[in-house]
């Protein structure tokens, strides 16, 4: 049985009050908030272990040590990677995706060649390619998406020359909340011989992933938005891949020896980990991924799924409502608008009542510019929200509309 009560009773921020009024979060693409296993994991660690990873022979550095490898372990186990050599820590999705650029770029990317990215992109995942752009020239091209928020698969396949070398695409949408059909996206580019990247940042807090069975070549996401701390992420590749590439920062831990005339790289994961890792944000990671685990990631995309459906079915009753994506495939984010109301008004006033949302472009300012708008307003549930908390968005949009 999923307890939503008793679910958030582990999350002590959603007890808080705001302008005397209950909270209500639904910021949660944004960030998510923490469970107490979590915060206690960190504060322990300060508290009881705290030494520097892979460098002292003295007991609190091993400790440190193994549970910083424990969590690397328990991250390949939670989106099934072959091995923990896979399994590289960065600062986020962002971090995942400037490496993946510089790093692939370096070794597999020349002028002319194409890299294939979609239109409902983060800006994470396009100025990281267009940066790369000012060093080898690449061609970016995009997949377009129809009205309802979902890619043109046609237009995709029509999409490869021989000069493609990379798809990079998020797996669920952080504004139109579409889940992508990565399974066949990448399908189709392996039949073309092409590697795939997928975004993660917003469908591996929603859904159970499997690297091996989407056989995703590059897999990217955030500890913050799955209810771990801020500062820590992921990036998993295919340990062929990782091997050819060079790395992506110097400095320590990623070196095997250092000379002047010449220094030679760590083995992976290391060759892409320069400097101190943050070691205790990867444990409260671990903690975050295995308290998903516990509930279970399909009873917690279960009731993501049925807030959503509600959610959907509530806001399309209100008059003016517009609401931006409608894929069939849609995960649990609402991006709207309502009438001639303004998303920074309709925002601020929402926030007024206590309730938490999003407004703006949402770092995705291409896809804003395809939709004919600059900005929205954004809910997005995480697994912790309750239908009541729904009544309240939309019963503070009716109060906001009629204020209009
Ligand atoms: N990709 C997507 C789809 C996102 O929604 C986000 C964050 O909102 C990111 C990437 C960037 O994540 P981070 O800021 O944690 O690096």
Redesign the pocket.
Known sequence: MYDVYKIREDFPILSREVYKRPLVYLDN???TQKPRIVVDSLVNEYYSVNANVHRGVHFLSQQATELHEASRETVRGFINARSVQEIIFT???????NLLAYSFGEAFLNDGDEVIVSVM?????IVPWQLLQQRKKIVLKVIPMNDKGELLMDEYRNLFTERTKLVSV??????LGTVNPVQEIIQIAHAHGVPVAV????STPHIPIDVQALDADFF??????IYGP?GV?VLYGKEQLLEKMPPYQGGGEMIQNVSFEKTTFNELPFKFEAGTPDYVATTGLAKALEYCAALGMENIANHEQMLTAYAMEKMSQIEGMRIFGQAEHKDAVISFLVGQIHHLDLGTLLDRLGIAVRTGH???EPLMRRLGIEGTVRASFALYNTKEEVDALVNGIERVRKMF
Do not use: I, L, W
């Not at 990217?220 to 938005?225: D, I, L, P, R």
């Open positions: 693409g944004a960030t600062r986020g999705t962002t971090e995942s995706m992109e983060h800006h994470s995942n998020a797996h669920v949408s952080n504004v975004d993660g940042a917003q990217a996401f955030s500890g913050h938005k801020t992420g949402h770092c995705a």
